[in-house]
């Protein structure tokens, strides 16, 4: 803490949650103070973010772009390069929260060493607790660190908890958009193209987590996410299509009562809860008026058109190294499908292949768990050259 006001650091700045993190400080009337802002490659949006919020330091990961932005910026903190200086600045000795915005497994090193040092983590990239939770969370008991996941569903299932003995938890019920192909043929899947696929019915996102709502990949990534967050059983994580986007998630409790969290489809919501946890603070947002939404409606998933939610299922069952095979496969299919290099019906093909043929830990370590997720990328795009 620093002149009365804690230090939060921002691991991915210039994407969508780093830019409306910002914003929601900026409503906070001087609680935090930017330690590190930290990106890959976009270095103008950057320079407006440094001199705005006048952070301790920046961090560019790719060098070409840090080298650009040496030359032309007028910001005066400490400005660093590369993967190690990302981590650097996650474990700084003077941050009070670390928010983890990255997209991908780039997140799992970062966040993990911020928490190994006692920092409180407002999670946005669910990927850390999809390849590393069991090793995550071991490190925040170690440590004392408190993880407040960003995501709407999993803020909504914690606020859902407040006041509640978590061993009265029967069911935790994520809710899904359904994405944009939520009322397509799976006959057409074959022909859906990357601007389809881009178009998400109610959230504006990065390109990655879009492509992952139109797979359903990216509820599974939440499935196992709940399981490493509420400390609750696979059988007691369900899915439901809602496609309003409106209640953000369920619990149901051993005496047949049932907990949701409302609100619009605005992630400014369960980011500024993460960052004033258990408070609440007054915002102007939008508010949520029901009377115009008029109707609430509710599907089961389709598991033939989306395997990939079952996928998540078996990954999180089998348990290991298994979830992190899952979410590299993934990375590289996604990764692919975005250059037009496979149809969008080969992500879930490339998935499963990986999951069948990477070699299976029971108990990793980090180091085993970084070495399977290199490997798996290397056999993935093996895969999909064939393809």
């Known amino acids: 803490m620093k002149n009365g006001k804690k230090i939060l650091t921002i691991l991915g700045s210039t994407g969508s949650i780093g830019k409306q993190a ?3 400080i900026s409503s906070l009337d001087g609680m935090y103070e930017i330690g590190w802002l930290t990106v890959n490659k976009n270095i103008v949006e950057l320079e407006k973010q ?5 952070p301790k330091g920046v961090v560019i990961k790719e060098e070409k772009y840090y080298k650009e932005f040496i030359k032309n910026t007028q910001f005066k903190g400490e400005i660093l ?6 981590i650097e600045a996650s474990a700084d000795d003077e941050n009070d929260m670390v928010l983890s915005a990255l997209v991908g497994f780039s997140g799992v090193l970062p966040t993990l060493k911020a928490i190994e040092k006692g920092k409180d983590i407002a999670l946005a990239n669910k990927e850390t ?8 969370m071991n490190a925040a008991k170690r440590s004392g660190a408190k993880i407040l996941a960003v995501d709407s569903e999993h803020s909504a299932v914690l606020q859902s908890l407040v006041g509640e003995d978590t061993v009265s938890i029967e069911k935790i019920i ?10 397509r043929d799976i ?6 193209t990357v601007k389809d696929a881009l178009k998400h019915p109610n959230w504006n996102m990065g390109n990655k987590i879009t492509i992952d709502s139109a797979t359903m990949m990216n509820k599974g990534f939440e499935v196992i996410e709940a399981y490493w967050l509420f400390g609750v059983q696979r059988n007691q994580i369900d899915v439901v299509i809602h496609p309003q986007s409106i209640i953000h998630s369920l619990v149901q409790f051993v005496d047949g009562s049932v907990k949701a969290q409302l609100g619009l489809p605005d992630m400014r919501l369960p980011i500024s809860y993460a960052l004033t946890f258990p408070n609440r603070m007054q915002y102007d947002f939008p508010r949520l008026d029901l009377a115009k939404i008029a109707t609430l409606t509710f599907y089961e998933p389709d598991s033939v058109k989306f395997p990939c939610l079952s ?7 089998q348990g290991g190294t298994l979830p992190a095979v899952l979410n590299a496969a993934n990375e590289i299919a996604v990764e692919a499908f975005l250059n037009e290099d496979i149809k969008f019906t080969d992500i879930p093909k490339a998935i499963s292949f990986a999951m069948e043929n990477v070699e299976f830990i029971k ?7 970084v070495n399977l997720d290199y490997e798996t990328r290397i056999l993935t795009s093996n895969f999909i050259k064939k393809l």
């Open 22 to 24: 910002l914003d929601v």
């Open 50 to 54: 440094a001199l705005k919020y006048k």
């Open 81 to 86: 390069c590369g993967e190690a200086s990302v």
């Open 129 to 136: 607790l999809v390849a590393a939770g069991e090793v995550i």
């Open 174 to 183: 994520l809710t899904a958009s359904g994405g944009p192909f939520f009322a």
């Open 187 to 192: 006959k057409e899947f074959e022909q859906l």
């Open 311 to 317: 996928f998540a299922y078996d990954a999180l069952e």
């Open 363 to 369: 108990n990793p370590t980090i180091d085993e768990i």
